[in-house]
């Protein structure tokens, strides 16, 4: 990594900078009285290379946190775990009271806490193991995804009639990413526990992409294998799905396609007749909840006022909530 490429900072603050404000989405505590007031609070916030998700989760935070009072830099999005090491030790040296960090390798979190020092370290988006995490020191910001998965596999057994037996395609997001396996095994573990027969006829991977995911049910489709329903790691290979659905002439209303995430493309296919469901992980609840940890480990060394944070004080989630056509026009 060359260093004057990733020691580039785009400082959001000094054009935002506003006095105690609360902030919005997770803003609030647990208790009623977290502390929102950032002022004099310094974050570096750094990240793997953005999606659509990941550039919204890095918006929130610059927003929440101008709105905060909290000096807010975004480091260049990071492709290799060594890039990452540096930029975080020099922020490090530059005295940051909080790192907000989506890692490119959740395994090489330890070398990023030890990069960062006595700093306190936010992760977000990727979860590190659990033996990664340190209370009120190492804390993980997220949405429980077996929530997700579990949503997913509840709305498609109801959309079915409850059938005993199902023929299910699953298209899993990057391969050994928290979120997709954690996910995945949601959906499976719900059809078990309700005594269903889940055969999974194509269970393939598509790397979060729309465009893989096309390709990847086409080729399924040559098997002429039958299927109820298609399930998604995320919207955009749910959006994938649908197109290649349309391209053939398969009537998308007869066979649910879910996703996740609730982004403004998903939540549009499900007005348009595309997708049925997804289900809305905030990116802007996520952020705010970054910038409230983030705030509190400044200024009181601890987590514990921040809402939705685990009684460990290692993990803060963000609810999931389901969206399918009764709703998605009001996401937001």
Known sequence: MKKNIFTKILSIAAAFMLTAMTITGCGSSSSGGGNTNGAGVKVFFSTITLDDFKELIMNSVADTGAKAGVTVDLGAPCATVDEQVAQIRDAAAKGYNAIICNPVDTDTALQLEVAAGDIPIIFTNSQPGEDHLT?????????????AGTMQAE????????????????????????????RTKAIKKYFKDNNVNANYVFNDTAYWDTEKAAAGFKTFLKTGQPYDAVICNNDSMAIGVVQAMNELGIDTSAVPV???????DGCQSILDGGMQFT????????GAACIEAAIALAKTGTVKDVEYVTDDHMYVWVPFSPVDKSNAASVK
């Open 155 to 182: 709305y498609v057994w109801n959309k079915l009639g409850k059938p005993g037996s199902l023929n299910i395609v699953i298209f899993q997001g990057q391969p050994g990413h928290p979120a997709a396996t954690a």
């Open 135 to 147: 209370p009120d020191k190492y804390i993980y910001v997220g949405s429980y995804e077996i929530d």
């Open 279 to 286: 289900v809305l992980q905030s990116a802007s609840g996520q």
């Open 258 to 264: 879910v996703g996740i995430d609730a982004t403004v």
